[in-house]
């Protein structure tokens, strides 16, 4: 324990929880702390030391010096790590949920949090009268205009319309008389007739108003399009923003552009630092053209198959049992079973670029030649000029599972965010079909729903020529959408357990249950581990849940305020 005098111990106060202690939190220092840890991990003092001596001057901080080190070490050393040490909150607000996964999807190093399409109706205009939803300049500018807001204000004015009918329909399935909630959390539910006093009753009206709700929002989610503007908040470090601030500048869509100048405007103001290198990478603006092209080239052609809601790849024995004749050299099986690596890997370098389901593309990689197999690699890796040009997410391929899947949007948005997993996606358009709520059709909206799916689909095509990435803005959360996963069994029991649990949309506890079915089929002991998937059928998902909030929100009230959090 180092001997700080009392002036020191009384300075250092105002930069960790505990100036005396050997373990303490650093406050008041954003964007300082990155440097001042880069420092301390080569001298021979501690945190607190460090900052005494070499980063406040005459009883301040000097942001010059912490400036400098930053530069130093981020720029002239190119010590990346140091861009994990400092970060920021960063709230992007009325952004498109189409832009929300171009941010998301960088996954390492930021933790975001996103405004729900389960718990929120997104029925309310804004302050100039429009409904929320994205109008990119270009297309605004242009012919199609007109149809892309007609077409918009015509989906979100039938989701606005159905609100309360939906509500309805799920009342007169649950009226509050005939509803039951374990209200004080005994174990025996309640009727709203057994709800003792007024503050019962209310706690009864709350969950029997929000599990109604929730019902709806859950339904009449999948009309919106992912032009529908949201929120996201992250907290993410320096190097994640850095990446996310070139991805956004890297892609060919208008808005994360937009979205890149204003969070490089925000993030100059606490940890500018951490994201002066972010810039357009022109290594992979190269990969991606050459890509589409290869993969027009070699599947264009060919008419997408049709491909089931989700499908468990083969690890290439079928291939390798097919090629078997009489060869009892075992080096060759090796190679048969290297090169079924190599295929798969190769069609998953093509899959974003495509519109085919994983299967065919593998199998056409399989007819390939040595030399166009080469051109595909050749291609993906690119002409690296430095190690910070990377190739995209394939080479992540050689997980014990990978799974090529057709969900809808929303199902794809609640299960892309898992961090320990390689996801990949082919663009988004509502070509590939739409899945129709059971209850949208239960309750007599299936023209109305239709109407939405066939113009989307109709502006879909019309912005496509002209503008093939804000095409995509069409793309409704009910739209089926391809994308493969890849996963080990760690992170998959994580995903299955937590996404089949009852209050699960019930679109995503379906693929989840399937997932764990495929696994059970390859490896029994494997899904036996996978002991907390829950195959139940569970109409009202978020019942019991939302009584368990109102117990617990009883229990803080109750608290006195020394055992309040």
């Given amino acids: ?113 996103e405004q729900s399409t389960r718990y929120v109706f997104y ?59 374990d209200i004080n959390g005994d ?24 599990d109604i709700r929730t019902k709806a929002c859950d339904a009449l989610r999948a009309l919106l399009p992912i032009a529908t503007k949201t929120n996201v908040g992250i907290f993410g470090n320096g190097r994640f923003f850095q990446n996310v601030l070139s991805h956004c500048l890297t892609t060919d869509i208008p808005e994360a552009h937009d979205i890149a100048a204003k969070t490089r405007a925000a993030l100059d103001k606490v940890i500018p630092r951490y994201v002066k290198r972010a810039k357009r990478n022109d290594y992979t603006v190269a990969v991606r053209t050459h890509m589409a092209a290869l993969a027009a080239r070699t599947l264009g052609g060919v008419r997408p198959a049709e491909a089931p809601t989700l499908e468990l790849a083969d690890r290439g024995e079928t291939a390798v049992a097919m090629a078997w004749t009489n060869r009892p050299d075992p080096s060759w099986l090796a190679e048969a ?75 794809y948005k609640d299960l892309e965010r898992h961090r320990m997993c390689t996801q990949q996606r082919q663009k988004f358009t509502p070509l590939l079909g739409f899945e129709i709520p059971h209850d949208l059709v239960a309750a007599g909206f299936t023209d109305k729903v239709n109407a939405c799916v066939q113009r989307a689909a109709a502006l879909y095509k019309k912005l496509l020529p002209d503008f093939p990435e804000q095409a995509s803005y069409a793309t409704l959360h009910g739209s089926r959408v391809r994308w493969s996963l890849g996963i080990n069994d760690r992170a998959l029991m994580h995903m299955i357990e937590l996404r089949t649990q009852p209050a699960g949309h019930p679109s995503y506890r379906k693929v989840c249950q399937l997932m764990h079915k495929a696994v059970s089929a390859r490896s029994a002991w494997r899904g036996a581990a996978m002991k907390f998937a829950d195959y139940g059928d569970y109409f009202w998902t978020r019942a019991d849940q939302e009584a368990r909030q109102r117990v617990k929100e009883a229990t803080l009230d109750e608290a006195t305020p020394e055992q309040k959090p």
């Fill in 1 to 113: 324990m180092p001997n700080f005098t009392p002036e020191e111990i009384h300075l250092l106060s105002q930069y960790v929880t505990d100036p005396e202690a050997d373990v303490f939190a650093v406050i008041n220092l954003q964007g300082l702390v990155g440097a001042i840890y880069a420092r301390y991990s080569r001298a021979p003092g501690g945190f607190r030391e460090t900052l005494l001596k070499e980063f406040i001057k005459e009883g301040h901080i000097d942001a010059v010096r912490a400036g400098d080190l930053i530069e130093r070490v981020l720029i002239a050393y190119g010590d990346d790590s140091v861009g994990e040490l400092e970060g920021a909150h960063v709230s992007f607000e009325n952004i498109s949920v189409l832009a929300t996964k171009e941010i998301e999807d960088r996954r390492i190093g930021g933790s975001p949090i």
């Fill in 123 to 181: 029925d309310q205009k804004d302050a100039d009268g429009n409904y929320r939803y994205y109008r990119d300049g270009a297309v605004m500018a242009s012919p199609h205009a007109a149809e892309y807001v007609a077409t918009m204000d015509f989906i979100f004015a039938t989701y606005c319309e159905l609100v309360e009918p939906m509500k309805a329909y799920y009342s007169s399935l649950k009226p509050m008389d005939g509803a039951e909630y």
């Fill in 187 to 210: 174990g025996v539910k309640e009727h709203y007739a057994d709800c003792v006093d007024e503050k019962m009753q209310k706690a009864f009206r709350i969950t029997y108003n929000a």
């Fill in 337 to 411: 079973l290297q090169k079924e690596e190599d295929n798969l890997m190769i069609a998953l370098m093509l899959y974003p670029h495509a519109t085919h389901p994983l299967t065919q593309i593998r199998y056409a990689v399989r007819t390939m030649s040595q030399e166009k197999k080469n051109e595909v690699i050749a291609a993906y890796i690119g002409e690296r000029g430095t190690r910070r040009d990377r190739p995209g997410r394939a080479l992540e391929s050689g997980y014990p599972y990978t799974f090529d899947l057709v969900t809808d949007f929303g199902t």
